[in-house]
């Protein structure tokens, strides 16, 4: 499949998307948003992809943001839907997928940039990455999940706090606020994340994906997360990983996952 604005390639079980955009410090523009749905619906079809990671091209920027351009001339009936197909398109479609992925944030994520990297299910961040939801500088609001995922990965009180001032904050400040789990030199960021997704995917891929759907089920309204566990953990029974998994332990031996 041939992309303009992202490149995707694969190499043992990990698919990497780079967004490919860096004179524009790889913004999001519409055809970046339907690419990345393009290639996340086939990452997550694809048999011979294990997981995904998801980074920006360049030394400068994960994403900057959206491209602003685009929003100038919206109408309050245009905004709302953006915001509805964009969610749907991308966002959603990465932190409900089947398989994990992983940002590695390597320099600015801000604005939509910061609320992509959020969608992921774990971030890796470099020493130089600076991280921000600017939107209310532009009389807006975070309009792709920002809003929501900042709150459940920071809090109430520190979301607030950099949704409202639009400040930057490092990727220690990051660290320690649990937005990202890790930080690396900027020249270490992919090896890290390659270390973390084999790791990862070296575990019963259908487990992987009932883990992610259990604890995403906790953060959805009107869902009760703990008897999605329960259901989940049943399934697992099921499995012929289970069988593998079990018998691999009680042989003392490498279990040889094969996602049935």
């Known amino acids: 499949m041939e992309f303009e604005n992202i490149i995707v390639t694969t190499q043992n079980r990990i698919q990497y998307i780079t967004i490919n955009r860096e004179s524009k410090l790889n913004a999001l523009n519409k055809f970046t948003i339907c690419e990345l749905h393009e290639a996340f619906v086939d990452a997550f079809n694809n048999p011979d992809v294990g997981g995904i990671i998801l980074t920006g091209a360049g030394p400068k920027a994960f994403v900057a943001g959206a491209d602003i351009s685009e929003f100038a001339d919206l109408s309050l009936e245009e905004g709302t839907a953006l915001a509805r197909e964009n969610q749907k398109l991308v966002f959603d479609l990465i932190a409900n997928g089947s398989k994990p992925v992983i940002a590695a944030i390597n320099g600015f994520a801000l604005g939509g940039g910061l609320e992509l990297a959020m969608a992921c299910h774990i971030r890796i961040a470099s020493d130089n990455a600076k991280m921000g939801l600017p939107e209310v500088t532009l009389g807006l609001i975070p309009g792709y ?17 950099m949704i409202l001032t639009a400040d930057m904050i ?10 990202v789990t890790h930080v690396t030199a ?22 992987l994906a009932a883990a992610i759907r259990s604890v995403n089920a906790g953060l959805t309204d009107g869902v009760n997360g703990y008897e999605t566990e329960i259901a989940e953990f049943g399934k697992c029974f099921g499995t012929d990983d289970f069988k593998e998994g079990v018998a691999a332990f009680l042989g003392k031996r490498k279990a040889e996952f094969k996602g049935k």
């Not at 809003?147 to 706090?161: C, I, S």
């Open 170 to 179: 490092t990727a220690e400040d990051a660290l320690q606020y649990g937005l």
């Open 145 to 161: 999940g920002g809003t929501q995922r900042l709150t459940q990965l920071v809090g109430k009180g520190k979301a607030m706090e």
């Open 186 to 207: 900027t020249e270490e960021l992919l090896a890290k994340a390659e270390e973390l997704m084999i790791k990862i995917i070296s575990r019963a891929p259908l487990a």
